[in-house]
Each structure stands twice: as C-alpha cells, then as structure tokens.
C-alpha cells in the first residue's frame, strides 16, 4: 500500500504504472486475506485483522501527515519514497532466512527455484524503469532485490547436487522402512497361522 500511496499524483505526477501495478497487486493480496479469515479460527485470524487494520492505520497516517506538512511534490515523494525503500527492502531481505537453511542443511528443496527467479526478473525490470525515470527510491530496494535474487539462483546451482542426493538416500531409507513394516507384518501373520493351527491339534 505504500507503494500505491509513493504513485498517486499528490505524491508523484505521472507515476500511472506504480498505481496500476499496486492496485492488481493489492486486490490479489485482499483475496488471499479473504481466504485466510474465511477458513481460519480463534488466534490465527484475530493476530491477521489485527495486523490488516495496524497497517492500513499506518499507511493513513503516513498520507494524512505527508498531505498537510509537505507542502511540495518533491517533500512528499521523500518522505513516502524513503518509507518505500525500508518496507521493500525488507521484503526482498525475507527470503535470507530460507538461505540460511539452505546452507545449514545444504539443500535447496525450501527454496523453489521458479519463485527465485521471477523475484530476479521483478528487480531487473523495475530496476530497469527506475534506471530510466531515474527514481532513487525505486532504484535501491530493486537493485537489492536484484542482488538477494541471484545469490538465490547461485545458492541453487551450488547446492541442486546435495539435494537430489539427500532426495534420493531419504527416498531409499523411507522404501527400507517400508519393507521392514512389511516383513514384521508378515512374521506376526505367521506367527498366529501357526498358533492356531496348534490349537486344533
């Protein structure tokens, strides 16, 4: 939402795509919230609304203040731009966590190489339209993104190897517990044939 408040023409003149990628971006959001609230319970869904409402609060808070204490286009895009740029960089900076797993347990199976790479094509294209426009704010979460993407797709191509070998040693011990269930299944059923054949004699 920050973002759609950075383009609306009282921040910045003439930022139609920033309003146009935020409200389809928004809307798909509001439906996975309407999905979550819709089939979760109790604790989960009151933190979410909780969370829903701080965040539109904070956003109108921000637009009420920018609106009557900046008093020009360059102040107000500052202000809201810098705010952009912690918020976006943040999001970007999430999937670090995942890395580090990534590298503690030397697979890449959490770490689905589709989404590495469209995050990679978001940052080169909007790094690529700030780059034009030349908008600062735009430019350093994207090029973060950029960087934190490709330490992605490298960290893939490092560890693809492990993790098909990890894959494949907990496929064959999983096929061993199998088997093993198997054969104590088949002794027990043995074991009472026999019983009940002594029974009769």
């Known amino acids: 939402m920050m973002w759609l408040l950075y383009g609306l023409p009282a921040m910045t003149p003439h930022n139609m795509l920033i309003i146009t990628i935020n409200v389809i971006g928004i809307t798909i959001e509001l439906h996975f919230i ?16 909780l969370i829903l409402v701080a965040e539109v609060a ?63 094509a978001c940052g080169i294209s909007w790094t690529a339209y700030a780059l034009i426009k030349f908008d600062i704010y735009i430019t350093i979460p994207n090029v973060l993104g950029v960087l934190f993407a490709v330490g992605q797709v490298i960290m893939y191509a490092i560890y693809y190897k492990s993790t098909q070998k990890i894959l494949e040693a907990r496929k064959g011990k999983a096929d061993q517990i199998s088997m093993a269930e198997v054969v104590i299944d088949g002794k027990n059923g043995n074991a009472t044939c026999s019983g009940a054949g002594n029974g009769h004699y």
């Open 34 to 49: 309407a999905l979550f609230l819709a089939y979760s319970v109790g604790a989960a869904r009151r933190r979410v609304l």
């Open 58 to 120: 904070f956003v109108a808070a921000v637009a009420a203040l920018v609106l009557n204490l900046a008093h020009t286009h360059t102040h107000r895009s500052m202000v809201v731009g810098i705010l952009c740029v912690f918020f976006e960089a943040g999001m970007y900076a999430a999937p670090l966590s995942v890395m580090k797993m990534v590298i503690q347990t030397k697979s890449v199976e959490y770490m689905p190489l589709f989404m590495s790479l469209a995050s990679l």
